[in-house]
């Protein structure tokens, strides 16, 4: 059996993908070892791994993640959290180290310590056919231009950075996708634009679906048929009057429109049609295996249960990776996208009217739907996970082949 230490960044769409692969291990009798920050403990503690907080305490993110400024946090946050890291590490002794492709100083620690490495993808994977958002681009230098604070800030602590440390291969920019010799994507080959173009260190795993808290408040069994499902994530703030928009264009043509409000409170909505469930949060999984359609914000895990579920998307995109979902969607037919600022109450009714009424879209999220079970999920992710160690340890690391 192996040690594994798993490093991330602190967003809910990095770590959750890795949970269920944690669990997995887990449950085969390896040791687990995730450094987090306090908010996401319990979670992962329940998964089967042992926590180690990072000793900087809580550093936050942009909120939304601008690219540039995202850069620039990321690089900081590296130096500050790379002393306590490596001193935890040093401890741990562990045979291989898994982290976040966003998580840079989780690829440094590894190659600092000599420890061989897999990193995790929870969006695209990304190269010279598929265009990173945050890889060096017009837009990002006019971002640079326009903060030339921030990008000066990057700037400093990305030098430091490369001369305290073994930084190795690590992007000079494009920090959020430091890959290493095994890469895991957590979406199936067929949804990943451009497979073809990467090599056979990347690893299409599909969805990372396990296990959740249970809700005993919400039953989706009184839910009517058909389903239709809301939710506009929590990292860009909807906001009630989108939210609002949502549920009464909807209303017309479900038999429950479920509507995930996320930081907004139900009662901010206003009086909703008398099919319309507001409330903060609920059991997506469950709800997707019901639904007929899902309305989404296009984070890249949501969109995957979508795919996995079968269900046609009506994507709306705010920012960050969310256009390059939404696009992908659309080109492979399985569902339709829209702006924020086209949400009006007749767009979206007769968008989700097209989506329901139209079997192309739900053939071809039957489509996804089977390429993400084919792809093998957290079990599958495992199997890779395993398998690269024992090539490791056999001195064969090289033979390693791609699975199905």
Same mark, same amino acid.
């Given at each position: 059996?192996?040690?594994?230490?798993?490093?991330?960044?602190?967003?809910?769409? &990095?770590?959750?993908?890795?949970?269920?692969?944690?669990?997995?291990? +887990?449950?085969?009798?390896?040791?687990?070892?995730?450094?987090? &920050?306090?908010?996401?403990?319990?979670?992962?503690?329940?998964?089967?791994? /042992?926590?180690?907080?990072?000793?900087?305490? &809580?550093?936050?993110?942009?909120?939304?993640?601008?690219?540039?400024?995202?850069?620039?946090?990321?690089?900081?946050?590296?130096?500050?959290?790379?002393?306590?890291?490596?001193? @935890?590490?040093?401890?741990?002794?562990?045979?291989?180290?898994?982290?976040? !492709?966003?998580?840079?100083?989780? !690829? %440094?620690?590894?190659?600092?310590?000599?420890?061989?490495?897999?990193?995790?993808?929870?969006?695209?994977?990304?190269?010279?056919?598929?265009?990173?958002?945050?890889?060096?681009?017009?837009?990002?230098?006019?971002?640079?231009?326009?903060?030339?604070?921030? +990008?000066?800030?990057?700037?400093?602590?990305?030098? !430091?950075?490369?001369?305290?440390?073994?930084?190795?291969?690590?992007?000079?920019? @494009?920090?959020?996708?430091?890959?290493?010799?095994?890469?895991?994507?957590?979406?199936?080959?067929?949804?990943?634009?451009?497979?073809?173009?990467?090599? /056979?260190?990347?690893?299409?795993?599909?969805?990372?679906?396990?296990?959740?808290?249970?809700?005993?408040?919400?039953?989706?069994?009184?839910?009517?048929?058909? %389903?239709?499902?809301?939710?506009?994530?929590? %990292?860009?703030?909807?906001?009630? +009057?989108?939210?609002?928009?949502?549920?009464?264009?909807?209303?017309?043509?479900?038999?429950?429109?479920?509507?995930?409000?996320?930081?907004?409170?139900?009662?901010?909505?206003?009086?909703?049609?008398?099919?319309?469930?507001? %409330?903060?949060?609920?059991?997506?999984?469950?709800?997707? @295996?019901?639904? !007929?359609?899902?309305?989404?914000?296009?984070?890249?895990?949501?969109?995957?249960? +979508?795919?996995?579920?079968?269900?046609?998307?009506?994507?709306?995109?705010?920012?960050? @990776? *969310?256009?390059?979902?939404?696009?992908?969607?659309?080109?492979?037919?399985?569902?339709?996208?829209?702006?924020?600022?086209?949400?009006?109450?007749?767009?979206?009714?007769?968008?989700?009217?097209?989506?329901?009424?139209?079997?192309?879209?739900?053939?071809?999220?039957?489509?996804?739907?089977?390429? *993400?079970?084919?792809?093998?999920?957290?079990?599958?992710?495992?199997?890779?996970?395993?398998? &690269?160690?024992?090539?490791?340890?056999?001195?064969?690391?090289?033979?390693?082949?791609?699975?199905?």
């Amino acid at each position: 059996m192996s040690t594994v230490s798993f490093l991330n960044i602190g967003m809910h769409g &990095y770590i959750n993908p890795t949970l269920p692969v944690v669990a997995e291990l +887990a449950r085969r009798g390896h040791t687990l070892t995730y450094h987090t &920050y306090p908010s996401f403990a319990a979670e992962i503690e329940a998964a089967g791994a /042992q926590v180690h907080l990072y000793t900087e305490g &809580y550093i936050p993110l942009p909120d939304p993640p601008i690219p540039l400024a995202l850069l620039e946090e990321l690089a900081r946050t590296s130096l500050q959290l790379m002393p306590g890291v490596l001193s @935890d590490l040093r401890d741990i002794g562990p045979d291989l180290i898994v982290h976040g !492709a966003a998580c840079p100083w989780g !690829a %440094v620690a590894a190659r600092e310590l000599g420890v061989p490495a897999v990193a995790t993808f929870t969006t695209f994977a990304f190269n010279r056919q598929v265009e990173s958002p945050t890889g060096v681009s017009q837009g990002l230098v006019a971002a640079a231009l326009s903060h030339p604070r921030i +990008a000066w800030r990057y700037a400093r602590a990305r030098i !430091a950075l490369s001369r305290r440390y073994q930084t190795g291969s690590l992007p000079l920019v @494009d920090l959020l996708n430091a890959e290493a010799k095994l890469n895991l994507v957590f979406t199936s080959g067929a949804f990943q634009p451009g497979t073809e173009a990467f090599d /056979q260190s990347y690893e299409f795993v599909g969805a990372s679906v396990g296990s959740r808290p249970s809700d005993p408040a919400f039953d989706a069994f009184k839910l009517k048929d058909p %389903v239709l499902y809301a939710s506009l994530g929590t %990292v860009f703030d909807a906001g009630p +009057a989108l939210l609002r928009t949502f549920a009464i264009a909807l209303a017309p043509l479900g038999g429950t429109v479920v509507i995930s409000t996320g930081h907004t409170q139900p009662e901010e909505l206003g009086t909703l049609p008398s099919n319309v469930l507001a %409330v903060q949060s609920v059991p997506q999984l469950r709800v997707l @295996d019901r639904a !007929a359609l899902f309305v989404t914000h296009g984070g890249m895990n949501s969109v995957n249960e +979508a795919m996995r579920a079968g269900v046609p998307t009506l994507v709306v995109p705010q920012g960050a @990776d *969310q256009p390059l979902v939404a696009r992908r969607v659309v080109e492979l037919g399985a569902g339709l996208s829209i702006r924020t600022d086209e949400a009006t109450l007749e767009t979206v009714n007769a968008t989700a009217w097209r989506l329901l009424n139209e079997p192309s879209f739900r053939a071809s999220a039957a489509i996804q739907r089977t390429a *993400q079970e084919r792809a093998g999920g957290a079990r599958r992710a495992a199997d890779v996970i395993e398998r &690269y160690a024992q090539d490791i340890s056999g001195g064969a690391a090289s033979g390693r082949k791609r699975g199905p």
